[in-house]
């Protein structure tokens, strides 16, 4: 419950000004102020860590695992099933370089004309049994959340990064899929086993990508001829069917936070995006499919991960604003993957690429889980359930718990009482990924801000992000950071919102600031607890654009109310400061796609 609290001192545990405190309410009859109890001191406000700790607590995400739960973790064994024997195969796994769980390890070899592939898949359900504690506390937490400093597992760390762990060189449990491909990609078969397996080598993406490049190290140079041409030359099938699908290929910027062992930032880069990265997906995308059509075929329930078409809604707002950036978009035709494709081919190299990336991404609907099989839009399939990571997600132990019993690979499958529950798993995780969504964005918003907060009154490139009556949301070029210039502070003009062409124009000179217009910006206030931050713009606004009708004089757009999907205005997650002053507002951003 938000709001502001009196704590007296005997509730207090001594909490000083400054620490970052759990606070519950306290019942009391009467007028006045809300009274509070101080359950925990967390750490302290001025700590760089607390930017993570707000975060977890804002959003109710569990960060401590109660004893049962610990107990259970530090007893667990694997439940004996009959498995196959894969240690002898040389499966590896390509991780970040700073992964410490790893759920999947894959393998190719040539098979006539076309390819053998194995994805090997930690084999959770073998631990975590249905009705236990551990069970229990999985499904509360739904997913892990990770954050720039920390990581919030759904499993106790004796098992995520260690006894279900792929690690390298050690005897580990698996539930793994053996699928069949032509050279040309296409799938002629699979099954899937319960085994054992020792995994080769722990890989990087980047190692990976150096030895098929030609740049093998010494670690890399053994597996060269025997895992990693193979591996490379399987994809490159996998591919060739991916891109007949043609799926929806939104390849958006990812920034990496690096923290030091202060909690201070290191350093803010743009996450790579490799072959290797691509080689990773597009096997689990695969595997997924395999156990979503083996359900299917069983007859089985399961929970499906679906991403459903834009709605008409926002497929009419992105057709009304396409073409106020000179890029058609016909009405009435159906949307396709293979058509914003095209549409995003259109404008590569343009200064618009990043502006038409972000409004296609904000037509699109948020992926979820469902029990009912809606398809998956941005993939452009059919049938697709998450399979691949059940270490850190609920669904994927889920549908490993459907499999098992569906196939009769053991004893420790999905009971009756879990094939009943799909709609209310379906609906539970789909809250506890956006949960963690949310807490991570937000995390990451404060490290930003308090990265750039000794920089105030520095000059920052960015682009406009969003377009509303009070001003214009701004994202820094370098950081990826969010933040919010008022209309107050730029100049002394009138500006009145045109949400035909999501602009800001000047009522006396007609001059504009667009949506995604390149500019310069001083930062003014940088506010870490809040994630907020201040800019004034110095670029000057364009010339009029002769071909839109000018403004009405009272500050209302005229009769063509278009706007891009998700209105154009504040990008979606940016946040109003909770400071305020007299003609100044501040914000925060958030956003992040996930399949």
Not at 37 to 50: E, N, Y
Not at 117 to 139: Q, S
Not at 234 to 245: E, N, S, T
Not at 481 to 493: K, M, S, T, V
């Amino acid at each position: 419950e938000r709001g502001e609290y009196v704590i007296e001192k005997p509730d207090s545990l001594s909490a000083r000004d400054g620490d970052l405190v759990r606070v519950e309410p306290k019942s009391h009859r009467g007028y006045g102020p809300k009274r509070g109890v101080v359950t925990a001191i967390l750490g302290r406000v001025d700590d760089p860590r607390s930017a993570s700790l707000i975060a977890l607590h804002t959003h109710g995400v569990p960060d401590e695992f109660p004893s049962a739960v610990l107990a259970e973790a530090a007893e667990a064994e694997p439940l004996q099933a009959p498995r196959e024997d894969l240690t002898l195969i040389p499966l590896v796994t390509i991780d970040p370089d700073d992964a410490r769980d790893h759920d999947d390890a894959v393998f190719a070899a040539p098979d006539g004309s076309g390819w053998r592939i194995i994805v090997a898949i930690a084999d959770v359900a073998a631990y975590v049994r249905t009705g236990t504690a551990l069970d229990r506390e999985a499904f509360r937490r739904g997913n892990s959340t990770y954050f720039p400093d920390r990581v919030a597992p759904m499993l106790p760390e004796t098992l995520s990064a260690d006894l279900c762990s792929l690690k390298e060189g050690e005897l580990r449990e698996t539930l793994a899929v053996e699928m069949r491909i032509t050279a040309d990609g296409v799938k002629t078969s699979h099954r899937f086993m319960r085994a054992r397996m020792r995994s080769l080598a722990r890989l990087s993406y980047r190692e990976a990508q150096d030895a098929a490049d030609g740049h093998p190290s010494e670690k890399t140079a053994p597996l060269l001829e025997t895992v990693i041409k193979p591996l490379w030359a399987a994809y490159r099938a996998l591919d060739r069917a991916r891109k007949r699908r043609e799926p929806l290929d939104l390849d958006l910027p990812e920034r990496r936070v690096r923290i030091g062992e202060d909690g201070r930032i290191l350093s803010i880069t743009l996450r790579e995006r490799l072959d290797a990265h691509r080689l990773i997906e597009e096997f689990m995308i695969q595997a997924n499919v395999c156990a979503s059509e083996t359900l299917e075929e069983a007859r089985s329930p399961q929970i499906y991960r679906v991403h459903e078409e834009p709605s008409g809604e926002k497929l009419a707002h992105l057709a009304a604003f396409l073409p106020t950036l000179g890029v058609s978009w016909a009405k009435g035709q159906p949307a396709t993957g293979a058509r914003f494709n095209r549409l995003l081919a259109s404008v590569r190299g343009s200064e618009h690429e990043s502006l038409v990336h972000e409004t296609v991404l904000r037509s699109q609907a948020q992926a979820r889980y469902s029990d009912e099989n809606l398809g998956h839009f941005g993939l452009n399939l059919t049938k697709y359930a998450h399979f691949t990571s059940p270490i850190r997600r609920y669904s994927d132990l889920i549908i490993h718990r459907a499999l098992i019993r569906a196939l009769g690979l053991g004893p420790d499958g999905a009971n009756q009482s879990d094939l009943t529950r799909m709609e209310e798993y379906a609906g539970h995780v789909t809250m506890t990924e956006r949960r963690s969504m949310a807490a991570e964005r937000e995390a990451s918003d404060r490290y930003l801000v308090l990265f750039l907060a000794d920089r105030v009154g520095a000059r920052f490139s960015g682009k406009v992000a969003g377009v509303t009556r009070a001003g214009l949301f701004i994202r820094l070029d370098e950081t990826g950071a969010d933040g919010f210039a008022p209309a107050a502070r730029l100049g002394e003009e009138y500006w009145v919102h045109d949400e035909a062409s999501s602009a800001l124009v000047g009522r006396r000179t007609e001059r504009r600031y667009e949506l995604g217009m390149p500019l310069e910006v001083r930062l003014i206030e940088a506010i870490p607890l809040t994630g907020s931050l201040l800019f004034e713009v110095l670029t000057e606004p364009r010339p009029p654009r002769r071909e839109l009708r000018r403004p009405p004089p009272h500050g209302r757009p005229g009769p063509a109310r278009t706007r891009p999907p998700d209105g154009g205005g504040r990008p979606p997650g940016i946040r109003h400061s909770s400071r305020k002053t007299k003609g100044q507002a501040s914000y925060g951003k958030n956003k992040k796609p996930k399949r």
